[in-house]
């Protein structure tokens, strides 16, 4: 009974290699998140859908973008990772952009 | 722009003792959410327990409680009875009652260990 699910787990990718991570839900909630976490940091966020409206955070590179299909599904792209890339990514969703149901993340390294 | 400490980056636990993790918060609105969040190692970050500045009672949720001070703009979580699952990390967390496109601002965690 998985809420939201994240694919895969942990993601091995080589510098400058465009990597796609994935966040479905079973929640049908209408907004999807995507969080960058590092080691021992608190989760940062790079950007949320509210339905298909895409809202960008001011300090998100440009090598980050995202895709949301659907209301079920959420992509992350990295066009060309970098070492500090490396990170845990976290999806999270929200009925009401208060309370959010987070994923288990994806853990991505960069060689 | 809100700001969230929290000033203990680790604190541990007997099994079966109270433990009180500290938050405090800078904001100059009026009406806002409070949240602590527990990250299990591996495992999805989960609400534990939430506040709206609101109201004036404490939030409880089983063993875990808050102590709200909103004057001092302090967000403390109290754990009795403490138990190994709940050795995690732990991140306060604020959001401001506008409605809209308006983020979590989060602190740097306190790890919690519980010695069995």
């Known amino acids: 009974d998985a809420m939201v699910i994240q694919n895969p787990r942990y993601q091995v990718t080589q510098f400058g290699k465009p990597v796609t991570l994935s966040c479905s839900q079973t929640?049908?909630?209408?907004?999807m998140y995507w969080y960058q976490q590092k080691s021992s940091q608190a989760p940062k966020l790079l950007f949320h859908y509210y339905d298909k409206d895409f809202n960008n955070e001011a300090d998100t590179p440009d090598n980050f973008q995202s895709r949301r299909p659907n209301t079920s599904f959420c992509f992350l792209d990295i066009r060309s990772p970098g070492l500090g890339d490396a990170a845990m990514y976290l999806c999270?969703?929200?009925?009401?952009?208060?309370?959010?149901?987070f994923g288990p993340g994806t853990r991505l390294t960069v060689t | 722009a809100q700001t969230v400490t929290q000033s203990q980056p680790e604190m541990s636990v007997q099994e079966a003792e109270t433990v009180t993790l500290s938050c405090t918060y800078d904001?100059?609105?009026?009406?806002?959410?409070l949240f602590w969040y527990k990250q299990p190692p591996s495992r999805q970050m989960i609400l534990v327990i939430r506040?709206?500045?609101?109201?004036?009672q404490n939030a409880t949720e089983n063993r875990f409680s808050v102590n709200f001070q909103k004057a001092a703009k302090s967000f403390s979580l109290k754990i009795s009875d403490s138990q190994l699952g709940d050795a995690a990390m732990y991140f306060c967390?604020?959001?401001?009652?506008?409605?809209?496109?308006?983020?979590?601002?989060f602190g740097k965690g306190t790890r919690l260990s519980v010695i069995a």
């Open positions: 929640l049908n909630h209408n907004v």
């Open positions: 904001t100059s609105e009026s009406d806002y959410y």
């Open positions: 999270a969703t929200s009925s009401d952009r208060v309370r959010q149901y």
């Open positions: 506040q709206e500045a609101y109201k004036q």
């Open positions: 967390a604020y959001r401001s009652f506008v409605s809209g496109n308006t983020p979590l601002v």
